[in-house]
């Protein structure tokens, strides 16, 4: 009886020791079969980018970032010719406006980035560009970007120069506003609609509307939002599967608060109408831009890559800048980050710190370059036997 008893204990020692090895065994096998499951293979970065540059977006800070992707990664930008600034813009885009271009007749030459203004006219963009090229734009509430707009092209816009404020010009438009006057209006009313090639003076009829987005929902495959700039950088990096660095920056082309003006809401309710297109185009690609955003993320995911994005640009600004805060003109004693002054515009700029050593002042500098020297910069690294771009105002 008891040998019999003797042999049950044993028995279940022997299987509690089975199950404590099958069950280590399991843990065991568990974290080695995921050491055998090879991680999901990680695609290259994207490298062949067009970035559609609306105006009065923070577009120039995505051409900051663009840029420095293509300097650092050696790849080759389809910049202005000769002595030009923009891509041609305001007329619509053609080929000969890509220095490098104008000579080439059969067009075998494709570049990696597109991204200085221009006025979008797919054809001859698909000419320039690899078939495999990432198309990406950015909106911004038409209220606040004809607002900065007014700012900035007071002098230039012939329907902005005689209205005292955007109040004023938003009361009676048509008083200082000729459709047909010339192409230097087209600040004044859609802006961004004409950007993308469209007609800004035709009327908000709703097929006309319907047709033009399903037409940029075609061919671009990111439309981002600059009222949620950290946000887009985030869904941006993740769709060029880009490193937390490339999309991180210093907010450039920013106006001085003593010249940002504040719209009565009766304007801004006259801001919806008198730019109808602008309004619906903001209207749909900010809602396909929060259902991408949330189709990729959860929540949570989404708080903690902003978080870390805008972690890494106060390391970035505690090493490069004297200051976080961007400065007045007066400030900035560096000519190549003195930013380009316009209109009734206060456009501040970045000092660095001193005493950088020679790699950090490389990457400071380029982050704190305003668009103008930047694309000098480059086009004299991409074209060294051509005359550098010449910038008059820095010459003040
Ligand atoms: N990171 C970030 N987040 C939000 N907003 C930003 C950012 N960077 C630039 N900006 C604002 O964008 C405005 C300048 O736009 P652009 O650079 O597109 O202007 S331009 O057409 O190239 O002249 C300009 O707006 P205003 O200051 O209202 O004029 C900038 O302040």
Redesign the pocket.
Known sequence: MSILRGTQRSFQVALWFLVLAVFLLVVFLHVDFRLLIPDKVQEPPVTNIMFL?????????ILNILYRFSESHNLSTALPEGSRVHLGYPWLFVTRYVEGLKQDAHLQHHFNIMCN?LRFNYPEVQKVMPRDTFYFSILRNPV?QL??SFI?YKDYAPAFQRAKSLDEFLADPWKYYKASVSLENVYAKNNMWFDFGFDNNAPADKDYVRKCLAEVEQRFHLVLI?DY?DESMVLLRRRLRWQLDDVV?F?????SQST?SHLTPESQERVQHWCALDWQLYQHFNRTFWTQLHAELSPRQLTEEVEQLRERQRELMALCLQDPEPKNLTHIDDRNLRPYQSGK?KILGYKLRHGLDTTTLHICQRMAMP?LQHMAHMYSLQFPDKTPKDIPFLKK
């Open positions: 540059k609306t105006h009065k977006t923070a577009s120039s800070t203004h606040f607002e900065s900035y600059a700039f920056s907010k450039l082309n920013v106006r940002v515009a668009e």
